[in-house]
């Protein structure tokens, strides 16, 4: 069964204080890791699209990477705007499955 | 350019009533996707269309959910007989072309079944 779980389900940062969140999956033929954010009472942002193992992305202080089985999404010293839920999801057969997300807060 | 709209932004309803929830897709996609989330959940995928026609409606919870896309633009999620159990954020999400390309979503319509 296609599955995405993420952790942990919630996070708190000091502002400068690096950190990784994490996305586990099992999916038949990956066709895509999607990372969004998601800010309170608005929809997913796209962050990145991963493919295949070994690749990375990089966007201000974001960079998400991947292996066989997991995706991280590394955050180099936070800072409080980048306070939100971090969704991952996993493309199959054009529908996108999510994990239940990691609320991310970054206190100054 | 503009993103995908939805109208309402909020809807409370009674149980047992009917209900429409309108997307309005990036100009110039052609795959539109409906998802459903829920307090503290990641969205679940309800329906989506290539064109006019819904390609996979396989997430929709029963026959109380309907969707349509008669022009190939602009969709409406239809739910009769609501129950508090609808109740949520119904979110609605477009592509550029079938199902390779990022899909970007709007801001929502919460949903409230009183």
């Known amino acids: 069964e296609d599955q995405v779980t993420q952790s942990p389900e919630a996070l708190r940062l000091q502002e400068g204080e690096s950190s990784s969140l994490n996305c586990s999956y099992t999916?038949?033929?990956?066709?895509?890791l999607f990372w969004y954010r998601q800010d309170p009472g608005k929809g997913p942002e796209f962050l990145f699209t991963l493919y295949s193992a070994g690749e990375e992305k990089e966007k201000e202080r974001l960079k998400a990477t991947i292996t066989k089985k997991e995706s991280f999404l590394h955050i180099t010293a936070p800072k409080p705007e980048d306070s939100a839920t971090y969704l991952c999801a996993v493309r199959v057969r054009g529908k996108l499955i999510f994990g239940q997300g990691t609320e991310l807060s970054v206190k100054p | 350019g503009a993103g995908v709209s939805q109208t309402p932004s909020n809807k409370v309803t009674e149980k047992g009533k009917y209900v429409e929830l309108r997307c309005d897709p990036i100009s110039g996609h052609t795959a539109l996707y409906w998802y459903r989330q829920s307090l503290g959940q990641g969205p679940e995928f309800l329906i989506y269309?290539?064109?006019?026609?819904?390609?996979?409606d396989s997430g929709l919870p029963n026959d109380r959910f309907f969707a349509v896309r008669p022009e190939g633009s602009v969709s409406t999620l239809k739910i009769q007989r609501t129950e508090r159990g609808d109740s949520a954020v119904y979110l609605c999400a477009s592509s550029l072309s079938g199902t390779a390309d990022t899909q970007y979503f709007g801001p929502g319509t919460r949903l409230t079944v009183l």
């Open positions: 269309f290539q064109g006019t026609g819904a390609a996979d």
């Open positions: 999916v038949s033929g990956l066709r895509g």
